[in-house]
């Protein structure tokens, strides 16, 4: 587990964007919201909104894959670059590394 | 009523909980894990130990400072009733104290052996026990339990002509139920099976009287509601001859010969001592025999009782045992994760309690199919304010649990 400073505190925008990469869950009532992130076998994401920190598991086997486009979502997403082609074709490559690794195909 | 049952003049509303200013200090509900805060006189304790060099019999030509480790000794052997005090070995935690026990106990024993534990152990015992298995050193059954206990007469089924040995826990650490080892020990004992308990989570919490108990070894650690530091723990074994040393070195004492000495507590105790957690250890149980086991018991059950009062108002809590014998209250709540929730409590609430499988996997296989549950466990720093500030975060969590949505 780690976590994670945010320059800005999350919004639920934030979270629509993550959505894009997997499932998101939120209980908007729950304290200013809850929200929880999960990309099955990659990492999960949990924050609330308002907060300026996420904490973050990631799956052990794969994280040196899965670190960088963690990184590379937040970055896009902070710098409002966020050409989803781009991030989707870089999604497709971690994938197949990750798959690989986890399941060999 | 005293200041610390007075619940329901704290004003608390479950409706009102998120408005309200979470106290200012960290709210601890991980206490059966390890307890905090600890007692002024422990944190005084450790720096006074290391305040001089440290003394040991044999070990230093000074005479400075205090003998904790005799001194230890002689307190948890009175405060246990566990005579005479040199049967009470000191270890690094239970988990160290039930391997030693385990190991000691197999280590001669030639032949088919059987060994019984139940369910509700937690892995300090499974894991050894299991690993023994596999090595086709022992067999092993696992005996169930239902509402927390294991029943008696299904212990007395489940032995075999070459079961030898039981390893239970006293208290679960998941359920907080205390089970009867005095009637299992007595059945033990008609057939000759040797009685190993972890009593991890029992010792500082109920009153002991091992002297009358019938156990052949009883585990306790120091840094739960003994109330001191992490890295100490011991076992009270009531007949020395009964187990192996499996662990050599030296003592301070009898340094010609190159064989660990026989007598006690040397046979089990080899290197230097955890002087500092000793001095804590033996300060944070003068401590509960200051406060009282029976008042500390007392006020555990009472606040025990309106927590579990307080989760059975919202119908999607649901309670993994509704009658602990332990401050330990264990829950689910319907449409959200126990990770989640704990992840809640602590960044919602400022409330930390523990979440998962506590180490304890065959009691969640039965309880929740192995998907975990939220723990939270008191200790006498505990206060009625606390658990009422608790209760009410809980509660309103659960009551906006089935609220969840996916953002489009």
Known sequence: MKEFLLDAPLTRDFFTYLGYFGQVEALPNVGDGFYKFEKQEWFMIKGFLGDTTIEVRFRKEVMDFTTDFLYFLLASYREGTMDLSVLKQRERSVGERVRKHLHGV | MGKHSIFHSYGYDHQRTRTMNPPTRMIYMNNAATSWPKPPVVLDAVRQSLSLPVFGSGRTTGSQGDDYVTMARDVLSRFLHAGPPEHVIFTQNATDSLNLLIQGFLSERE?????????????????????????????????????????????????????????????????????????????????????????????????????????????????????????????????????????????????????????????????????????????????????????????????????????????????????????????????????DVGFILARAYGITARTGLHCAPLVHREIDGGSGSVRLSLSWFTTDEEVAYTASAVREIAKNADSSVRPS
């Open chain 2, 111 to 339: 032949g088919d052996c059987h060994v019984l534990t139940t369910a509700l152990d937690h892995n300090s015992v499974l894991r050894p026990l299991h690993e023994y298995e596999r090595q086709h050193r022992i067999r092993l059954t696992v005996l169930p339990f239902r509402e927390g206990m294991v029943n008696p007469d299904t212990v007395e089924a489940a032995i075999q002509p070459a079961t030898r040995l039981m390893v239970m826990t006293h208290g679960s650490n998941v359920l907080g139920s205390v089970q009867n080892i005095r009637r299992i020990g007595t059945i033990l004992h008609d057939h000759g099976i040797y009685l190993i308990v972890d009593g991890a989570q029992t010792a500082g919490h109920i009153p002991l009287d091992l002297e009358t108990l019938p156990v052949d070894a009883y585990v306790f650690t120091g840094h739960k509601a003994l109330f001191g530091i992490p890295g100490t723990g011991g076992f009270y074994l009531r007949n020395p001859a009964s187990v192996t040393p499996v662990r050599f070195g030296g003592t301070g004492t009898d340094s010609f010969s190159l064989f660990q000495p026989t007598g006690m507590p040397e046979r089990f105790e080899a290197g230097t001592h955890n002087y500092p957690g000793l001095a804590a250890l033996a300060a944070g149980v003068r401590y509960i025999q200051t406060v009282g086991i029976d008042t500390i018991a007392a006020r555990a059950k009472h606040q025990t009782a309106f927590l579990i009062h307080e989760l059975q108002q919202e119908s999607n809590i649901f309670l993994s045992h509704d009658h602990p014998d332990l401050p330990i209250i264990t829950f689910n709540i319907r449409g959200i994760g126990n990770d």
